[in-house]
């Protein structure tokens, strides 16, 4: 069963990854990244962190995707085209990227000792993980939020429209 | 029967992680438009997750967990400011190609 499971979800990963590089246009690339991220928490779900699979689907295919799919709506991003810079990144990135591949296989394959996953061994319940992240871990989580904060306070400082510019938004909302 | 009951060796879930990796770091260089561009970095952050939740699973470490939770925070906080730069420069250069956007200076 976890077999099964396991193959039809990382199949379904690696065919919305491929078909994020494979479409032009961003809306369709958005749309296989959550495909991505929800086989990914199933995945999640199979390792036995069921608080890691249902903070996948929240965060990040539904926040973050969701931001994502906002930005391409509200810039009409179009397809994208190719240029000779490109084609360099092309010649250059793809001997490099197999390479890296290679070497990464070639060590997960070489390393000793490494478990079997079943369905038997349980899931590890939440209760202990926010034990852990309460009594141990509370300084990185409270310093986490304040980076959180600031995040937001500089997406806002970003994203509002300069004085001296005023026809930028209006050109946006035009469209 | 036996198929069916058979179990996963945990480096299938690093070979997977590294595969997606691999196609993020792909996707990061072929790709021309800059949102896809950044949705190729959120591919690769979840292609370490993976093997993150992966060695938890390996060693029973709450920990491993944990620090994935901690890059999802970070994510979605990245993913905010990134995207509102994207905004801002969609606003100064009215494109989104990333051969077009060569210049630091507006």
């Not at chain 1, 958005?30 to 249902?54: I, K, P, Q, R, T």
């Not at chain 1, 980076?147 to 469209?175: T, Y």
């Amino acid at each position: 069963m976890h077999l099964i499971l396991f193959l039809i979800f990382a199949g379904c990963c690696l065919a919305g990854a491929i078909n994020l590089l494979v479409q032009t246009h961003p809306i369709n690339s958005a749309l296989s990244l959550v495909v991505v991220m929800v086989s990914l928490a199933v995945l999640y779900l199979l390792l036995g962190a069921e608080f890691l699979a249902a903070a996948q689907i929240i965060v990040y295919s539904g926040a973050i995707m969701v931001l994502f799919v906002f930005v391409v709506m509200l810039l009409n991003a179009g397809r994208e085209e190719r240029t000779l810079g490109s084609r360099a990144a092309r010649v250059i990135g793809l001997p490099a990227v197999v390479v890296l591949l290679a070497v990464l296989v070639t060590t997960i394959l070489h390393i000793q000792g490494l478990g079997a996953a079943t369905l038997r061994q349980g899931i590890t319940p939440t209760q202990e993980l926010s034990r852990v992240l309460f009594h141990e871990l509370l300084l990185p989580f409270e310093v986490t939020s304040v980076l959180v904060l600031i995040a937001i306070l500089g997406a806002v400082a970003l994203a509002q429209q300069e004085g001296s510019k005023p026809d930028g938004e209006e050109r946006i909302l035009a469209k | 029967m036996s198929f069916i009951q058979q179990d996963v060796p945990l480096s299938w879930y690093l070979l997977l992680s590294a595969a997606l990796f691999s196609l993020g770091v792909l996707g990061f260089l072929l790709k021309r438009n800059l949102i896809t561009v950044f949705m190729s970095i959120e591919l690769m952050l979840n292609a370490v997750n993976l093997s993150f939740v992966t060695f938890a699973h390996q060693w029973h470490a709450v920990k491993g967990q944990i620090f994935v939770f901690f890059v999802m925070m970070v994510a979605a906080a990245e993913a905010a400011v990134g995207l509102a730069i994207i905004i801002a420069i969609f606003r100064a250069r009215n494109t989104l190609a990333v051969d077009r956007i060569d210049l630091m200076k507006l």
